[in-house]
C-alpha cells in the first residue's frame, strides 16, 4: 500500500509539472511589428534523400509573407532526386538555391557538417536551420523574428506539430516527443524571466538564431561530433549566457517524422544511444523511473483486476497519468488514440531504450541516414 501510495503522489508532481509547462510554452500566432527596414534571413536545409519531403517544404517556404529571405538548401550526398528537386524550384525562384555537400570531414557528425557548410554561404542577420520534412505556416519568418526581437532571445527553438499517421507513429511520437520532455524538464522555471539566461531545449526542426551570436559560439562546429547536435548547441548557448526561448510552434511548423518503422526505431535508438554513451548507468536509472511511474500502474491494475484487490491508489495512478497524456496530446493537437495506446508506447520505448544501452555497451555503433557512428561518434 505505501509504495503505490508514494508512487501516486510522485504522479501527482509530474502532473503539476505537465501543467506549469503547459502553462508557460508560449504559443506562436501571427502577431508583431517587424522592424524596418526587415533583416535578411537565410533559411537553412540540410538535406539527404529527402526526394519525398523537400517539395512540400519548399512551396511553403517559399510563400512566407516575410519581405527579405533566401533559402539554402544543402544536398548531402543524397541518392535520390533530391537535388533534382530543389534545382527546379531553383531555376524557378531566385531566392532558392542549392548547394552541393563536400565529402564528410573526419571527427563531424553528418548533419552538423551539413549545418556548417549552409552557415558559411548563409548572408542574413538571422539564421534559420530547419528539416527537410517540415512545412511552415506563411507567418513563421514574421513571428519568430517578432518574438526574438521582443524576448531579446539569440535562439528561438520549439515544438512543431508531430503529424501521425500510422498506428507506430501514434503509439511512440507523442509520447517521446512532447509527453516525456513535459515530464522530465521544468519549462516554467528555465523560461522565467531574470538577469541571467537559462538553459533551455533547443528542438533540430527548427533552431532560429542571431547570426552573430550563433557565429560567436563556433557554430555547429561546436558541436561537430554530435548526433543530437540541436542539444548541444542550446547547450553551448547557454554556455555563453545568450538567452533562448522555447515555444509550442504547432500554429507555424508541422513535420512528419519517421514515416517508416524502421526509420522511427533508428530515430529513437540515436537520441537514447547517445544518452548511454553519456552514461550508461543514467539511462538505466531514467529507464528504471520511467517502468515504476508511467508503465508499472498499467500492469498493476491489470493484476488488481484479475485479482479482485484493492484498487483506490492504482486506479488513482492510472487516471493521473492518462490526465496528463491526454492535456499534452490535446495542446500539441495529438489524436486520443495516442493517449490510450500509453501502455503499448511506454513499452516500445522502454524496449528501445535496452538496445542502446546494449549496442553501446557492445561498442556496435548507431546507424542514421544510412551512416554507421561509434561510441564515440566517428563516422564507419
Known amino acids: 500500500m505505501l509504495y503505490h501510495q508514494i508512487i501516486a ?23 508583431g511589428v517587424l522592424p524596418d527596414p526587415p533583416p535578411l534571413i537565410s533559411v537553412l536545409i540540410p538535406a539527404r534523400n529527402e ?34 528537386i530543389v534545382s527546379r524550384v531553383a531555376a524557378e525562384d531566385s531566392r532558392v538555391r542549392l548547394l552541393t555537400g563536400e565529402p ?27 528539416d527537410a520534412d517540415t512545412v511552415h505556416a506563411p507567418s513563421a519568418l514574421s513571428y519568430v523574428l ?6 531579446q532571445a539569440a535562439l528561438v527553438s ?47 526542426q527548427f533552431m532560429f538564431f542571431s547570426a552573430p551570436e550563433y557565429r560567436s559560439i563556433g557554430g555547429h562546429e561546436a558541436v561537430k561530433s554530435h548526433i543530437i547536435e540541436d542539444v548541444e548547441l542550446g547547450m553551448e ?14 500554429p507555424l511548423v508541422s513535420c512528419q517524422m519517421y514515416r517508416e518503422f524502421g526509420s522511427m526505431w533508428q530515430g529513437i535508438n540515436r537520441w537514447l544511444y547517445t544518452v548511454a554513451s553519456m ?26 483486476l484479475l485479482l479482485a484487490g484493492p484498487l483506490f491508489w492504482i486506479v488513482l495512478q492510472v487516471v493521473i497519468l492518462l490526465a496528463a497524456r491526454f ?14 495506446l500509453h501502455p503499448f508506447g511506454m513499452g516500445f520505448v522502454l524496449l528501445i531504450s535496452v538496445y542502446a544501452t546494449y549496442q553501446y555497451l557492445i561498442g556496435a555503433g548507431v546507424r542514421w541516414k544510412g551512416r554507421v557512428y561509434d561510441s564515440k561518434f566517428k563516422i564507419s
Open 9 to 31: 503522489f510522485l504522479l501527482i508532481g509530474v502532473l503539476c509539472n505537465v501543467l506549469l509547462n503547459l502553462r508557460t510554452l508560449r504559443r506562436a500566432e501571427a502577431g
Open 51 to 84: 526526394e519525398a519531403n523537400i517539395g512540400a517544404c519548399l512551396d511553403s517556404l517559399r510563400r512566407q509573407d516575410y519581405p527579405n529571405f533566401e533559402i539554402l538548401v544543402l544536398d548531402d550526398s543524397s541518392s535520390d532526386g533530391t537535388a533534382d
Open 104 to 130: 564528410l570531414p573526419l571527427g563531424w557528425a553528418g548533419k552538423p557538417f551539413a549545418c556548417h557548410q549552409l552557415a558559411q554561404e548563409a548572408r542574413g542577420s538571422w539564421l534559420l536551420f530547419t
Open 146 to 151: 517578432c518574438a526574438a526581437i521582443s524576448s
Open 158 to 204: 520549439g515544438f512543431p506539430l508531430q503529424l501521425t499517421t500510422s498506428f507506430w507513429q501514434k503509439m511512440a511520437m507523442p509520447l517521446f516527443f512532447y509527453f516525456l520532455l513535459l515530464c522530465g524538464l521544468p519549462f516554467w522555471w528555465l523560461q522565467r524571466s531574470g538577469a541571467r539566461p537559462m538553459p533551455s531545449l533547443a528542438i533540430g
Open 237 to 250: 548557448m547557454w554556455r555563453h549566457k545568450y538567452r533562448q526561448l522555447t515555444l509550442d510552434l504547432t
Open 279 to 304: 552514461s550508461a548507468l543514467a539511462l538505466i536509472v531514467l529507464m528504471a523511473a520511467v517502468i515504476f511511474l508511467f508503465l508499472m500502474p498499467f500492469i498493476w491494475l491489470a493484476y488488481g
Open 327 to 340: 492535456l499534452a496530446g490535446r495542446r500539441f493537437s495529438q489524436p486520443v488514440s495516442s493517449t490510450i
